[in-house]
Structures are given as C-alpha cells and as structure tokens.
C-alpha cells in the first residue's frame, strides 16, 4: 500500500533555485510560494524534470485574504512518483488580478480557471476561452469575494390593473 | 458529384432526458458529424462554496450530500476527513469500518445508476435501468435502515459516524453481497455480451491516456483510459490498506471499457463488503472527545477519497473560527468534463449522447 507523501520542500526550491533562479518568494514545509511573473516557468519546470513530473494537476483554487490579497493554490500530484506538492502565488493587491494561465502546461486547469474567474474575478491571460461559465453573462461582481454583496434585483412592478369591464 | 452541407447549430439540453440534469451542450454538425461541442452550465448552480462560508463545519456536512446527491455517503467522507485533518480529530476502528461499508455501497449504487441510465442512452430502453434501480433500492434500504435517510444520508461527522448499525444491518448485509454479485454476472452477460451494445459503444469515444492524464481525469474515466490510478490504492486513507482487492483497468479508453470498468469496480466493491463484515470490530461509533462545535486551528487541509466518479477533495481553509474560511470542493464530473470535446469531435450526434453517458456526471456536482 502506497500513499502520495508530500515532498521534500527544501529539495524542490534548490532545483527551482538553479533553473528558474529567483522564482521562490517563500516555503515552508506545506508549500512553495512563487512569483506571479515566474508562474509559468516555474510550473513548466515542475512538471518536465525528471524525479519531479508533476504530471496531475488535482485542483485549482484561489482564496481571498481581504484585504490584502488573492491567493492562487496550486495541488501538484506526480503519479509516476507518488509525491504531492501545495504551489501557491498571490497577486499584489486586490485590484491587479491578471494571473497567467496554466492551460499550456496542463489541460486540467482548463474548466478550473473558467470557475475560479467566474466566482472569485481572477484574469487569467492567456486562457484560450475566458467566460462566465456557471454564472449568466450580465452577472455583476464576483460571490466568492469576501467583499461581495448581493446585488438586490427590484421586481417589476405591477401593471396597472385592468378597468373592470363594463 | 459531391454535395455541400452547411454546419447546423444543435442545442441539446439543458432540458433533455439524456443529459442526466441540466445540462447544454451547443453542437456544431456538419450532416450529422459533430464539429464543434461547447458546454454551457451552471443551471444548477447554487453557490456552495459561499454558502459553507456562513456556516459551521458541522452544519456543511449538509452541503456535501447535495452535491453528488447519487453518491451522498463519498461526499460526507471526503469532507469529514478533511475536517479531521485540520481539526486534528482521530477515529476509531468501528467507525472506520461502517464509512468503509457505507462508501463502497455507495459506490455500488452510483455505478448501478451509472450503467442502467448508459445503457439507456446506448438505446435499451427501459428493462435495465429499471433492474439497477431494483438492486440499488436494495442498498438505499441498508442506508436507511443505518441512519434513517435514502438519498441525502449526513451520516458521517468529524471523529465517526452519527449513530452506530442497528442490529439487523449486518445480517442484512450478508444476505445482499451473494444476491448482488449474482445479479452483477446477470447484466454482464444481458448487457455486456450484448452485440448491439458492443458495436455501439466499442472504440467510441477514445480518450487517449496522455490525455486523461493532462485533462485530470480521474476515477472510472481515468482508469478505462489504462492509467492504473484509485487513491484507495495509491494514496491509501481510511483503512483500505486491510483489504484485499484489484483495481480494473481498460486498455482503450473507450465508451465500453469504462462501462465494463464500472462493472467490475461493482465486484471489487462486493469483495471489500465481505472482509469488512467479517472484521468489523465493536466499540465506539464516533470519537467521544467530540461534542458539539468544532473550533480548527488557523490553517488549511486537503483531503480526498475515490468516489464512484474520481478524484473528490475538499480543500479547507480555517481562520480558527467555527467555520472554514474558504471551503473549495474539487469536483470530478466537472473536471471530467475537461476532455469532453476531444472526445465527441468527428462521431455522430447519438454518439455524443454515450460518450456523455460514459463520463457519469452529476449535475449536483458539476455546478455545486
């Protein structure tokens, strides 16, 4: 019986180190955080180098810390390997929020771009198709926004009532 | 000769019986050869993810049958355990094993549905679906008979389960696994070895290996494809690591392998029952250190389980409040759904109804 052990921080920022240098903003033993600008040599890096290839992308998800920033998280698996690895990013503010896509380096990010744009209000250039995906497309603000507030709609108001007939 | 056809604009669903809920998918057909497929969703969409915000960690539990409501016990186990992780909760062995039970009954279930509404979509009306669902009422009967609910179960919590087997479930369950995998050789043989069913789901549909990998495909998807990856096995949690099973793999990836992949997963499943029931220890059925509202620590917690569809996780974050900060569910029919145009590009309109079928969705969770 296996299971997938997360790995060796250290170890992957000083292979990141000497390939992308500069890259690595922080890590601790749960995650590695990068550099928005680096994000995709970084996840290239990642996935391609052999004893690391990060072939699975789980999941992609963003968590707004208001209010300060927005957090990108990454859940990297290696099946060939059975390691794990957290990649997290931020953005410098909450109003700068072009992140770049991922959909180069792994099709999964795909869909998982389009929800986390739809809830959260993550740009993601270079995404091939960016669109309202479970929300309609007039839908102003974005839920999951820990500042967002419910956009009350006013109901039509009621036709005149009709004469009463003679 | 050749004549010219201009490509027509299909709207199939959202109201449509074989989109298993609501969803649409705008077709592109040149004749009656799909070109272009482009997925619109979020009919169902009801804003979990925000909602679990509001409320407490024990109160989701609710929010997690609703999504995958065909799978509700798989739901409950991947959130409990990531509540467990990030509260730091154990659990005991009895407990363990009633999730192990009540998990792989569940998958039966869903795979049951899975296979009957498939087979229905492939064209055999009526007669299968209708004896799935007279064996899986079967198993939503030994649901409600454990904690009093059919479809929306909310029988785990953090630390164990609700309420512990009532007597009689067990004997129950020992009369079910024979019953069961005598019916399983049954739709194997009406269905599987059926020549029309064959010729219409064979080498349809492919998804090529590298690809399901890139698109993160998981669970029956996956494996039909020939990647042998089921975290029971892989990233063992729970107590699977006691049981003696296999993991089926196809070999094309196609519309039939993940049909007979399912099928077999059934057997496996049946395998798994019959040594939890021989080894389910007594004892406590929740850990009695948990009462009430669970404060977690300022951090964040993923966890996962192989649910009937793939790959179900919940990542949470904590600000040590009673609630999760940010609640994010990693939904495997939606993620599924990822390769679905590679996958309908160039076959026939009726086939993109079955290579829809054989991805399993469930509205509920492709939306939340």
Not at chain 2, 73 to 93: T, W
Not at chain 2, 105 to 122: C, E, K, N, P, W
Not at chain 2, 179 to 190: I, K, S
Not at chain 2, 350 to 363: E, H, R, T
Request: proline share 7%.
């Amino acid at each position: 019986m296996t299971r997938i052990v997360p790995l060796d921080t250290a170890r992957v920022v000083r292979e990141l180190e000497a390939a992308v240098p500069g890259a690595v903003v922080e890590y601790t033993p749960d995650y590695i955080r990068v550099k928005l600008e680096r994000l995709v040599e970084v996840a290239g890096f990642l996935k391609t180098t052999p004893g690391l290839e990060f072939n699975y992308l789980v999941s992609v998800t963003a968590v707004d810390y208001y209010p300060y920033y927005f957090e990108l998280v990454y859940h990297l698996v290696s099946m060939p390997h059975h390691h794990s690895l957290v990649l997290k990013t931020r953005t410098p503010d909450r109003e700068r929020v072009v992140v770049p896509s991922l959909v180069g380096v792994w099709r999964s990010a795909e869909l998982q771009e389009l929800e986390v744009y739809d809830l959260m209000g993550i740009v993601f250039a270079g995404h091939p198709e960016l669109r309202r995906i479970f929300l309609w497309d007039e839908f102003r603000g974005y839920p999951l926004r820990k500042d967002y507030v419910e956009e009350l709609i006013p109901l039509p108001l009621p036709a005149e009532p009709a004469a009463p007939l003679e | 000769m050749t004549l010219e056809t201009q490509p027509v604009v299909i709207n199939f669903g959202p109201q449509h019986p074989s989109t298993h809920g609501v969803f649409r998918l705008v077709l592109t057909v040149d004749g009656e050869v799909v070109i272009d497929a482009k997925m619109v969703l979020g009919y169902l969409h009801r804003g979990v993810e925000k909602l679990a915000e509001e409320k407490t960690h024990i109160q989701n539990i609710t929010f997690t049958d609703r999504l995958d409501y065909l799978s509700a016990m798989s739901n409950n186990f991947a959130y409990v355990q990531a509540v467990e992780k990030l509260a730091g909760i154990a659990v005991p062995e009895r407990a363990e094993y009633i999730r192990v039970i009540m998990a792989e009954l569940q998958r039966i279930a869903s795979h049951l549905m899975a296979m009957g509404t498939f087979y229905q979509d492939v064209g055999g009306w009526g007669s299968p679906l209708m004896y799935m669902f007279r064996d899986r009422e079967k198993i939503l009967d030994l649901f409600e008979m454990a904690c009093g609910q059919r479809l929306t179960c909310n029988y785990m919590r953090p630390g164990g389960v609700s309420m512990d087997l009532p007597p009689e479930f067990i004997p129950e369950l020992k009369k079910f696994i024979p019953a069961m995998r005598a019916y399983l050789d049954e739709y194997e043989e009406l269905i599987a070895e059926n020549e029309i069913f064959k010729v219409r789901t064979r080498g349809v549909g492919i998804l090529p290996k590298e690809l399901a990998i890139d698109a993160g495909a998981s669970g029956p998807v996956l494996r039909a494809s020939g990647v042998r990856w089921d975290l029971r096995k892989d990233d063992t949690y729970s107590i699977y690591d006691r049981f003696d099973f296999d993991v089926p793999v196809g070999t094309v990836g196609d519309c039939y392998d993940r049909f007979m992949v399912r099928l077999e997963e059934c057997r496996q499943s049946l395998r798994i029952l019959e040594q939890a029931v021989r080894d389910i220890p007594g004892g406590p059925w929740i850990n009695p250190g948990v009462r009430g509202n669970i404060w977690a620590p300022p951090g964040e917690a993923y966890a996962h389980v192989e649910g009937p569809k793939g790959e179900l996780g919940f990542y949470l974050v904590s600000d040590g409040g009673v609630g999760p900060y940010r609640f994010k569910i990693r939904s495997p029919s939606y993620i599924n759904l990822t390769a679905l145009k590679e996958m309908t590009l160039g076959w026939k309109v009726a086939d993109a109804i079955i290579i829809l079928g054989s991805i399993d969705i469930v509205m509920g969770e492709v939306d939340r």
